[in-house]
């Protein structure tokens, strides 16, 4: 078993890093055409280019970060009461309901998107990074949703029960007894959610206006265009934000559970 997971773990990782190591070629290297292995010459020009424009970049990557992790938060806040429902109780309709709250996450975004975009236009959400969070945490929601009925079906009712027999109200065991018990969960769904937003690039560009920045919006011109050096350039930086917040993830859900007296 172990020498099988030890391939499964060489296979994931040279599945990652294939693409990256694609990227870093192109970004770098100078007249790397088919059927060569190496690019013919090492070039800083798309490194050049990042450095005369951080001001820019940065502002992108920044309100792209910031919109994301609204989402993520306003998709968690819509999402634990629903999720709660779903995995504890049992209703005529259950399935149907549960089916449906997963509409968002099956349509495909343009069919999505142009409804709301008119619903945005005549209550003046259109152009904003409000409207942005909204269309996004609404597309995106139903991740958080799973992930979160996923955790809840893995804590047992009695924990619940007891808190509340120990006098505790009912939003004092929801923030105190079950949430911290769907931390894997959360940082599951929010993970998602936060990829799915951060990349987005279609709903923020038409209920955004061009009004919200977003860095997908300044890369995919570039990718776009003939250009592959400064597009795999931009890519690689894109990459650094997700990389990034999991790494801070890990090392924060890691130190609440020590926080806590459990191993992790």
């Known amino acids: 078993m172990r020498g099988r997971g030890g391939v499964t773990l060489f296979l994931l990782g040279l599945l990652f890093l294939a693409p990256a190591a694609a990227l870093l070629f192109t970004a770098f290297g100078e007249g790397w055409s088919f059927p060569a292995l190496l ?22 990557l920044f309100s792209s970060t910031a919109y994301s992790l609204a989402t993520v938060v306003l998709a968690l806040l819509i999402s634990l009461l629903p999720a709660r429902a779903l995995a504890r109780f049992s209703f005529p309709g259950h399935h149907l309901l549960d089916a449906l709250l997963l509409v968002p996450a099956l349509l495909p975004s343009m069919i999505f998107s142009m409804g709301i975009h008119l619903i945005f236009l005549r209550i003046g959400l259109s152009d904003t990074y409000t409207g942005v969070i909204l269309v996004l945490t609404v597309f995106s929601y139903p991740y958080m949703l799973r992930a979160l009925i996923s955790g809840y079906l893995r804590i047992p009712e009695e924990y619940a029960v007891t808190a509340r027999n120990l006098g505790a109200s009912f939003f004092r065991m929801l923030l105190r007894v079950e ?31 061009g009004a919200v920045h977003s860095y997908t919006g300044y890369l995919v011109p570039f990718l776009q265009s003939s250009d592959h050096s400064i597009g795999a350039g931009l890519t690689l930086l894109f990459l650094t934000v997700p990389l990034g917040g999991f790494v801070l993830l890990e090392m924060a859900t890691s130190h609440m559970y020590r926080k806590r007296g459990f191993s992790r």
Do not use: K, N, Q
């Open 39 to 60: 690019p013919e010459r090492v070039s800083l020009r798309a490194l050049r280019f990042i450095g005369e424009r951080i001001r820019p970049i940065a502002l992108a």
């Open 179 to 209: 949430t911290p018990m769907l931390l894997p969960s959360i940082a599951a769904g929010g993970s998602v959610v936060f990829l799915v937003a951060f990349s987005e690039y279609f709903l923020v560009f038409l209920i955004g206006g």
